[in-house]
């Protein structure tokens, strides 16, 4: 059971716009930033988005990220095959003095 | 760059050990963290050394870990005991900017079967 709750899956068409939530306490994205972090199979994760909205050098800016309160989300505009990927949102985690990940959606371009 | 190393099989009940070469970067900016992820699942953080030798766990794992750091080799390592079948996983070596969770530089992972 992880801390932070994305829904296990998502999907969407070429093209479209796909939204990623994350939902938290206020031990965690209440109080902290949020990190998203994709993987593709047999590879290690890469930073998306860190400090809730922002981009590291060489993400596309189809990518995008939010924070409201406890919660935050990912959106991925103009979809693309490249794009299927197992994604996960982190946060510190205030209360138990660590980081704690999101169990991971893992997205399927139709 | 870095690089996990370390046996791929352990016995269960025996002591898990892992060490991480820090290439191309400096051994003291960052919060080095092993995080892990079991077959076909999510991602766990283990904990993190800092260059000082200042570490934080998992409450979960905390009883069973050690990390420690060497500046001069440029490496840190990652030690957990009395493993069972569920600590088999892909053990990522990793660099984290502060108390956070961005983490900006990782390994490749190594897979570890405790069998």
């Known amino acids: 059971q992880s801390v932070l709750t994305q829904p296990s899956s998502a999907s969407g068409t070429s093209g479209q716009r796909v939204i990623i939530s994350c939902s938290g306490s206020n031990s965690n994205i209440g109080s902290t930033y949020v990190y998203w972090y994709q993987q593709f199979p047999g590879t290690a994760p890469r930073l998306l988005i860190y400090?809730?909205?922002q981009r590291p050098s060489g993400v596309p800016d189809r990518f995008s990220g939010s924070k409201s309160g406890t919660s935050a989300s990912l959106a991925i505009s103009g979809l693309r095959s490249e794009d299927e990927a197992n994604y996960y949102c982190?946060?510190?985690?205030?209360?138990?003095?660590?980081?704690?990940f999101g169990g991971g959606t893992k997205l399927a371009v139709l | 760059h870095l690089q996990e190393s370390g046996p791929g099989l352990v016995k269960p009940s025996a002591t898990l050990s892992l060490t991480c070469s820090v290439s191309?970067?400096?051994?003291?900016?960052?919060?080095w963290s092993w995080i892990r992820q079991p077959p076909g699942k999510g991602l766990e953080w283990i904990g993190y050394v800092f260059y000082t030798g200042s570490t934080k766990f998992n409450p979960s794992l905390k009883s069973r870990v050690t990390m420690s750091v060497d500046t001069s080799k440029s490496q840190f390592s990652l030690k957990m005991t009395s493993v069972t079948a569920a600590d088999t996983a892909i053990y990522y070596c990793a660099g984290a900017v502060g108390e956070t969770a961005d983490v900006q530089e990782w390994g490749q992972g190594t897979l570890v079967t405790v069998s």
């Open positions: 982190a946060a510190w985690d205030d209360s138990l003095s660590g980081v704690v």
């Open positions: 400090r809730n909205n």
């Open positions: 191309g970067d400096s051994i003291y900016p960052y919060y």
